[in-house]
């Protein structure tokens, strides 16, 4: 039961995150009026988030969390929603 309970807590975390998430995208959208990142950027941003990503799962798994591939993508989803990449 404590599994399904850090389960379940920890999928709250992430709808808590999402709903966080597209109140920035609709921000981000009214102040930047549709203006796009380049190639570059965008794999630059990418390859950040896929490092963050696979830092945050490999912490998880090691506290004994699996993390299923849905949760993967939905923290991933967050991390491009949320990352700012200088």
């Given at each position: ?76 989803w967050w991390l491009s929603v949320n990352l700012t990449v200088r």
């Open positions: 039961m404590t599994t399904q309970h850090s389960l379940i807590e920890r999928l709250d975390e992430v709808g808590h995150k999402i709903e966080d998430a597209e109140h920035r995208l609709k921000a981000r959208a009214d102040w930047t009026h549709g203006n796009a990142l380049t190639q570059k950027e965008l794999l630059a941003r990418y390859a950040v988030i896929k490092r963050k990503l696979n830092r945050d799962i490999a912490d998880l798994e090691a506290h004994g969390h699996h993390v299923t591939a849905l949760e993967a993508s939905l923290r991933e």
